[in-house]
């Protein structure tokens, strides 16, 4: 239901914005074929909007690039929104799509309405007929399960009386796995480079929609055509080949374990796998392994040096179990650690933890 009323919202957005409709003249742009696609870009890094007046002058006016909320309708609801994608942008980092759009443009850009190969300048003030301009933007669902990816197009055409032919080409990609909200933010947050494929996707995809229209064609989904394609890598948060080597350099060599399948969980770049893997070791009450206390005392370093937000729910809660974990495993090595999450800003429910664990390893509480 949420999922229909997103697409609803967008496409009112995106009507409203095309009151006055002007056919696109194909016979003209044969004539004068396309030689340069001007690319609207506000700024280099995925940003979002915290209004829906914000979405509709980014899409429409500015061409903003970021990842922004979908179907809000208030202030209020899209803060709270904007709030949840700030952990989202940050394991995105300084990701920039148009890296990727401007390679899109260069090499799907053929045919009998475009020159070969066509030139792609961003932000030029000069936009002459028969020049597009082209103004992508990235919607998140509410309940994170897709990003919607629109490319607002407009174009000069001397035949109209000065009016300008606007439309827009739209691409929804979905997860590939589905959970609750929080699960599906979780998992893109994890995972960035997940998200990076599913934006590179649907402009691979709205590119061809727009280069089709444009030669007069009915759309053909296609895979992307040979060419050069900018594409940035983004890490993932915790790499388990980075988790171990800080074990290795914190501790005296590698503590043994029982339970590999379980160490390697623990490590996992994925929160909601970690928690499992956390919470499994607590209820089972494997917590006096070696190896698993080792792995619960670097998931706890690694997260207090990066930081935890209030709302990543799943991380707090595996990172809770990590600290009871340590604490009835009565591990006198992991009182630093403890310590430090204690005197930290980190969330309450983990510092609460800690304080109880730091209590059980000292003989104050007996469980």
Request: proline content about 4%; aromatic content about 4%; charged content about 25%.
């Amino acid at each position: 239901m949420r999922k229909t009323l997103t697409l609803l919202m967008l496409a009112l957005l995106l009507s409203a914005c095309a009151s006055n409709p002007v056919t696109l003249n194909h016979a003209a742009l044969q004539e004068a074929k396309v030689g340069t696609v001007r690319l609207a870009s506000l700024r280099t890094e995925i940003t979002h909007q915290v209004s829906q007046d914000g979405a509709n002058s980014g899409a429409v006016a500015g061409g903003l690039i970021g990842v922004l909320v979908g179907s809000a309708i208030d202030s209020g609801v899209n803060s709270k929104r904007a709030q949840r994608l700030e952990a989202l942008t940050e394991a995105l980092g300084e990701y920039n799509p148009n890296l990727y759009l401007e390679s899109a443009l260069i090499n799907e850009a053929r045919g009998a309405s475009f020159k070969a190969p066509i030139k792609v300048v961003v932000d030029a003030s000069e936009q002459t007929q028969n020049m597009p301009l082209v103004s992508p933007s990235y919607v998140v669902s509410p309940d994170f399960s897709n990003i919607t990816v629109w490319l607002g197009v407009s174009l000069a055409q001397s035949n109209d009386k000065g009016k300008d032919f606007r439309t827009n080409y739209i691409s929804e990609q979905r997860q590939d796995v589905l959970g609750t909200d929080e699960e599906n933010r979780q998992r893109w947050i994890d995972n960035p480079q997940d998200l990076v494929e599913k934006i590179e996707t649907g402009l691979t995809e709205v590119t061809q929609k727009f280069v089709a229209e444009f030669n007069g064609l009915e759309y053909v989904a296609a895979p992307p055509a040979e060419g050069d394609y900018t594409s940035q890598k983004i890490a993932a948060r915790n790499d388990s080949n980075t988790v171990y080597a800080n074990i290795m350099s914190d501790e005296e060599g590698t503590a043994s374990t029982s339970y590999p399948d379980l160490v390697r969980q623990l490590n996992s770049s994925d929160a909601t796998e970690m928690r499992a893997a956390a919470k499994r070791a607590g209820e089972e009450k494997l917590y006096s392994d070696p190896g698993i206390i080792d792995a619960c005392v670097s998931v706890l370093k690694r997260n207090l040096e990066r930081g935890v937000g209030k709302k990543d729910k799943f991380l707090i809660d595996g990172l809770s179990w990590c600290a009871l974990n340590l604490g009835n495993a009565q591990s006198e090595k992991s009182k630093p650690i403890l310590n430090s999450i204690v005197e930290s800003d980190m969330p309450k429910k983990l510092r609460s933890h800690a304080i109880h664990a730091l209590k059980v390893i000292n003989g104050d509480i007996v469980n």
